[in-house]
Structure formats: structure tokens, C-alpha cells
């Protein structure tokens, strides 16, 4: 199951994808306060085993400690992660939230790496790097399930902005070619800002790419 909660910055989105047979499952890109998600969480009967991040900008990861120190459940992002995670201009909370959020995650993954959940190794995801947006920008795909949560690499009918710490638009759009129009076409992309959308309605309406062809 998929639940959406919505973040404090930016209207982002954090999402909490649960195993139905578990229980456990995976915070990805808590935006919203830590607290608050943890209070959901255990009211709702769900284990988080990991938190994820599609990358460091602070709208996304504005919860991630506190939602660690209240489940004890790992960070785990993108190597490239770590230049934001630890550095408030460009993870850009000290401009989105007037305070500076630094932290280290736990774990720092490679492209194509998967998450797998303790209690049930049939529900995973694996790490794809779609810089661009952000150096450290990745999305979690779930191929079993044909789910892929984007963060800001992709939205319905737009992409990432690239003009912040770390961008390249012309990365971006490579990227994007690369790791999600690979992707089976009928693959919900759950983007981190908006409406969900698929692979194959982002390949023939998207209209960003028009103006990269």
C-alpha cells in the first residue's frame, strides 16, 4: 500500500510504502515533521525499516533525523547525497527553512543497489541515479509492482528545476532518457511534487523535452 502524507516545505509529498502481509515498509523523502509521521506510523499498527531519500534538498528531508530518532530506522540516499545531507546551503534549508538541517545518513548508496525489507525479501526496491536535478538525484523503483517514487527528477507534465546547487538541465533530460523512459511504459511514477503519472504519458506529452530534441 501506498499513503501519502503531505510535507511542511513546498507541498512535497512523502509517501509510506507498506508491505500489506508485514506491516513494514519504507518512508521515502519525509518532508513532513518526524514527529508526526512517527505518531501515524505507530497508530497505524506499521514498522518503518528504512527511510529513503530521492535526494538532499530540504523540503524532502526536512523530517529524516527526527523520524530516525523516533523509529530508529536508517537514512539511506545516494552517495552523492552526502554533499547535502551535510551542508545547509545546498540542501537549501537555511533559504526553505530559515534554520540549517544537517545530518549524515546511514547508509550511502551505488546506481542500481536494492532495499530490501527484513520481513519480507519479495518487497524491495532498487536505486536508480537520474542526476540533474541535484547531483545525488535518484528514484526508487519497485519492479515487481511497476512503481517508481521520483522525487523532483520528474513530474506530470514537467521535470526538475536545474538551477539549484548541482543542476544541469541537459544531464537532467539524459538522465531521464536513460533510467526512466527505460522503464516498463505502463510504470506509475510517484513524484515528489503533483499529481501521479506513468512512463508512457511522460513520454508522449511531457512538454519539457520539446525544447531539448
Known sequence: MIEIMRGLLCEELTYLYIDDKSKHG?????????????????????????????????????????LRKATGAPIVMHKEGKSYVTNPVWNLSRALCGEDIIFEADEYLEHGDEVILSSNEAFK?????????????????????????????????????????????????????????TLPEETTLFPGHGPSTTVRREIDTNPVFNMFE
Open 125 to 181: 526496491v532498487r536505486l536508480l541515479h537520474v542526476p540533474g536535478h541535484t547531483t545525488d538525484g535518484a528514484i526508487f523503483y519497485s519492479e515487481s509492482e511497476q512503481r517508481a517514487f521520483v522525487g523532483d527528477t520528474i513530474f506530470a507534465g514537467s521535470v526538475g528545476r536545474s538551477d539549484f546547487p548541482g543542476g544541469n538541465a541537459l544531464r537532467l533530460m539524459s538522465a531521464i532518457r536513460a533510467q526512466v523512459f
Open 26 to 66: 519504507f518512508v521515502i523523502d519525509p518532508g513532513a515533521d518526524g514527529k508526526r509521521i512517527a505518531e501515524y506510523v505507530k497508530e497505524k499498527g506499521y514498522v518503518i525499516e528504512k527511510i529513503l531519500l530521492t535526494h538532499g534538498h530540504g523540503d524532502h528531508i526536512y523530517g529524516a533525523d527526527g
